[in-house]
Nanobody, 115 residues
């Protein structure tokens, strides 16, 4: 059984930064491409970043520049660093992986950007 647990969210002032973490337990995700998504109230879930097992990262064009995804396979952990936070970054941030035919999601960590 795979479990993903995110942490690191919180209330941050505009211009600040955060590091989100996602720890994967169980077999599978640590050898798979992992993603970070976010979802704000009333909005669809949006892909934020993707990282391959070997560490190759990809970002949507609209989000390039302030988001950095990384992973430590020895710790079964994926990180998302967000710089120069904006109020529009306010959302619940989820990590995700696909193992075989199954999608796995964490419960999310809330990021709120407000003065």
């Amino acid at each position: 059984q795979v479990h993903l647990v995110e942490s690191g969210g919180g209330l941050v002032q505009p211009g600040g930064s955060l590091r989100l973490s996602c720890v994967a337990s169980g077999r599978g995700c640590s050898d798979a491409t992992m993603d970070w998504f976010r979802q704000a109230p009333g909005n669809e879930r949006q892909l934020v970043a993707r990282i391959s097992p070997g560490g190759t990262s990809n970002y949507p064009d609209s989000l390039k520049g302030r988001f950095t995804v990384s992973r430590d396979n020895a710790k079964n952990t994926v990180y998302l660093d967000i710089a120069r936070l904006k109020p529009e970054d306010t959302a619940n941030y989820f990590c995700h992986c696909v193992v075989g035919l199954y999608d796995y999601w964490g419960q999310g960590t809330q990021v709120t950007v407000s003065a």
